[in-house]
């Protein structure tokens, strides 16, 4: 989706490297997100955040920490990155107050090879 | 907290076949049941969903039906076409849980052509 831009698309690093990955949205949500993609393991939330003063650890938090920057801005960065940090990684966003349900908007996804 | 189970996890069908990709959920507060598509090296986009006071719910080719009782829920596609390969998510998710969803690992169909 064009309105949820992630960067970069592709970044190989090393281990022990610090990497930030960034999000943009125009889709003026309040709710953003960063999930991690295994094959065969899913969506997994990392972190998530409800408007710019509030951030939350998701299930799978340890090694990566966020900053929201603004509504629009939400980046995901890795520490000190190790190998089994790669993976592909989505930001999406949400609306609330639509109904009994919500749905995520995703971004295209960073491919991230930690050597 | 909520767990999604997905079943199967690979699914080969015949041009014109129909497929079903099944999802149990354990939280019985779960009451919001959505439906994502993901290609090929794009991000998963919703195609259909369902909420916890309907059964069964359509769009042309796509159907999706839920049994609170026995909480499973399911995706049907009928007439499946070479443009439908791709992977599918289930997830669940309910207010309590502020609307976060749950994911399943995935489907990954295959429609050959």
């Known amino acids: 989706d064009a309105d949820v831009t992630q960067t970069p698309r592709n970044r190989i690093t090393k281990t022990g490297k610090r990497i930030m990955l960034e999000c943009s949205q125009t889709?003026?949500?309040?709710?953003m997100y960063w999930y991690r993609q295994d094959p065969g393991l899913g969506l997994r939330l990392i972190y998530y955040?409800?408007?710019?003063?509030d951030i939350n650890k998701g299930e799978i938090s340890d090694g990566y920490s966020v900053s929201r920057q603004a509504q629009a801005k939400f980046s995901l960065s890795l520490e000190s990155a190790i190998p089994n940090q790669t993976a592909l990684y989505f930001c999406?966003?949400?609306?609330w107050g639509q109904g009994a349900g919500e749905t995520q908007y995703f971004g295209p996804g960073t491919r991230l090879l930690v050597l | 907290g909520e767990n999604v189970e997905q079943h199967p996890s690979t699914l080969s069908v015949q041009e014109g076949d129909s497929a079903v990709i099944k999802c149990t959920y354990s939280?019985?507060?779960?009451?919001?049941f959505p439906w994502y598509k993901q290609e090929l090296g794009k991000g998963p986009q919703l195609i259909i969903d369902i909420r916890s006071n309907v059964g069964e719910k359509k769009d042309q080719r796509i159907a999706v039906t839920l049994n609170k009782t026995a909480k499973h829920f399911s995706l049907h596609i009928t007439e499946t076409q070479p443009e439908d390969s791709a992977v599918y998510f289930c997830a669940a998710s309910s207010q309590g849980g502020s609307y976060i969803p749950t994911f399943g690992r995935g489907t990954s169909l295959i429609v050959h052509p």
């Open positions: 955040s409800f408007d710019v003063k």
């Open positions: 999406a966003t949400s609306d």
């Open positions: 889709k003026g949500h309040d709710r």
């Open positions: 939280d019985s507060a779960s009451n919001y």
